[in-house]
């Protein structure tokens, strides 16, 4: 383990290379303060940069340390989190104008339970505006660049995420997914990222868009290291009394096992319709690499994707607008004009039609655990192609953005809508060096078996360990 440049270690090494004194937190923060310094006017990544307060937060964790007083499983480490994460005497703008000057008064149960287990805070992350838009764009704060090529987008809403954890700017930051925004910055900016279970990491002190959808979870370099995250934030909270209660398994200790012997299903239809070239090549060559490993691979037929997709829009379009109906009254003109226009269209939604499309979500998630039943979790791309370009993509500026857009979300919403867990790993790279990633999706609360199969797939490749080039 080389530590030359401690900002290029996954979060799981800078945290052993600390707690053996292989390396101060200082240095690790200081690293990682160096590449923000030079990759920020290229990636609009972070919302603030903190470098005293990280820098003298640093001196605090080694004086800690030299006296034998750690505070946890990642004492000195330094984070940045994407800026919904509510945080006790910080700004928290949630990419927008309405909040560009609020300041929590708590800290987000997930956010706190990582400065218990001892992290410095280096700042905070860039979002797209209240988490409403599926690819990285913001029209207050502008939008956050891909580090491996700045004129592609990184994916939303957690933008700032994808791009700071792809360019090693922060170890790892938190992000959110309530319709692929988690998923869809991994996949786009090269990285790992677990979307969890519905209920298995709180809620508490995140802003929220959806209730019934929302989901807390990390990106990082690599699925360790996501592990490590949610099995410190997971787990029953009195603050959100929608977490679950059950023990929280060693997600640490899944991503170490082998997953020989395990089986994957391939859907046979809808994730693997309408892939570009380079998309399906490397499905296959996962396929392939899953199967050097003693995996079965076989096809899955799913009940249709297209209602859930449907499904799941609804439920998101009718609670982001009951979120924001009384600032969308009061206060119209501080919203960018495609998130004012996306919680409108909420508006228009009959309560009906709302109340059947939560109503069929209990028969939808047995219909398809009906169909998953013969294996452990099912392999699809998380989006048909790799990174479009910003430009390609804005919808005030396209003529075909909005049709664009449709299609690259299209394979995670269905996930979103059952609540379950899918877990992000990179999978390769397009013919124009643009990273393409995996989508391994489980069972209600099997984290455990995603981290083993995506943990046994890094082991065997080396796609989360590539990092991109200073533009």
């Known amino acids: 383990m080389s530590v030359t440049e401690p900002a290029l270690l996954s979060l799981t090494e800078v945290a052993s290379a600390i707690a053996d004194k292989k390396i101060s937190s200082r240095e690790a923060t200081q690293s990682c303060l160096d590449r ?22 640093a001196d605090a964790a080694d004086a800690a340390l030299a006296k034998s007083e750690s505070r946890g499983a990642l004492h000195g480490v330094p984070l940045a ?5 509510y945080d006790e005497g910080h700004i928290v703008t949630c990419g927008s104008l309405i909040r560009k000057d609020w300041v929590a008064k708590t800290t987000a149960t997930s956010l706190q339970r990582l400065k218990d287990a001892g992290t410095v805070r280096l700042g905070s992350l860039q979002m797209v505006e209240f988490a409403y838009g599926p690819l990285g764009h913001n029209v207050h704060y502008g939008a956050v660049r891909n580090p491996w090529n700045v004129d592609h987008v990184t994916g939303g809403s957690s ?9 090693r700017l922060t170890f790892a930051a938190l992000g959110s997914d309530t319709g692929g925004s988690i998923r869809m910055p991994a996949h786009f900016c090269g990285v790992s990222g677990l979307k969890t279970t519905v209920g298995l990491v709180s809620r508490a002190g995140a802003m929220p868009l959806s209730q019934s959808l929302d989901t807390v979870g990390p990106l990082a370099r690599t699925v360790e290291d996501c592990a490590l995250l949610t099995k410190l934030m997971a787990g029953a909270d009195p603050l959100d009394p929608t977490t679950s209660i059950r ?36 499905l296959q060559a996962t396929i392939t690499a899953l199967k050097d490993e003693g995996i079965k691979v076989v096809e899955v037929d799913l009940p249709n994707q297209g209602q859930l997709t ?35 269209n909420g508006l228009a939604i009959a309560g009906v039609a709302y109340l059947e499309a939560m109503r069929w979500r209990g028969p939808a998630l047995a219909a398809h655990l009906a169909a998953v039943a013969g294996v452990d979790a099912l392999l699809a791309p998380v989006a048909p192609m790799a990174a479009p370009t910003i430009a390609e993509t804005d919808v005030g500026n396209s003529l075909g953005a909005e049709a664009l857009i449709q299609r690259v979300t ?57 990092c991109p080039e200073l533009p």
């Open 36 to 57: 923000v310094a030079k990759w920020q006017p290229h990636l609009n990544a972070y919302m603030s940069i903190e470098a005293d307060s990280a820098l003298k937060a």
């Open 410 to 466: 299209r394979f995670t919403r269905p996930i979103n809508y059952l609540g379950l867990p899918a877990l992000s790993i990179p999978a390769g790279f397009t013919k124009t060096k643009l990273p393409v990633g995996m989508q391994l999706i489980g069972k209600p609360f099997d984290e455990a078996t995603l981290l083993t199969i995506g943990g046994t797939f890094q082991r065997a490749t080396d796609h989360h360990m590539k």
């Open 247 to 282: 023990d929280v398994p060693d997600y640490t200790a899944a991503t170490k096992a082998s997953a020989k012997g395990m089986t994957i299903g391939i859907p046979k239809a809808f994730y693997v319709d309408d892939l570009d070239a380079d998309t399906a090549e490397i």
């Open 159 to 167: 933008s700032g995420s994808g791009s700071a954890v792809g360019a």
């Open 310 to 344: 449907a499904a799941c829009q609804f439920v998101l379009a009718t609670e982001a607008a009951a979120m924001h109906k009384r600032w969308m009254i009061e206060r119209p003109q501080d919203y960018g004009a495609q998130v004012l226009m996306r919680l409108q």
């Open 81 to 85: 989190h994407k800026d919904m994460y």
